[in-house]
């Protein structure tokens, strides 16, 4: 039995739970409330998780992680610029 359907939807639950406090984000750009080196360690580990998806050639890691790391980075870098 092929599981893989569950790393799918793994993948997305974590994934969207993390789109409204980009928008929020984005949208606001209050950083205010956002810890820096949060930031910089948990984008540092999805792009660990992403080469890690990879190496499995794992898709549920591999989509899930590139588009949570481009939000993650596009908060981390309006934190770097709004300190």
Do not use: H
């Not at 039995?1 to 639950?13: H, K, R, T």
């Not at 998780?49 to 990879?54: C, D, K, L, S, T």
Request: contains cysteine; charged residues 10%.
């Amino acid at each position: 039995m092929n599981l893989e359907w569950v790393g799918f939807l793994a993948a997305a639950c974590t994934t969207l739970s993390f789109v409204p406090q980009a928008v929020k984000t984005i949208r606001t750009r209050d950083t205010s409330g956002i810890s820096l080196w949060m930031y910089v360690v948990f984008t540092f580990g999805i792009a660990c998780w992403f080469g890690y998806g990879v190496y499995l050639m794992s898709w549920p890691m591999i989509l899930s992680n590139m588009v949570t790391f481009v939000l993650s980075s596009t908060i981390l870098g309006l934190k770097l610029k709004y300190k």
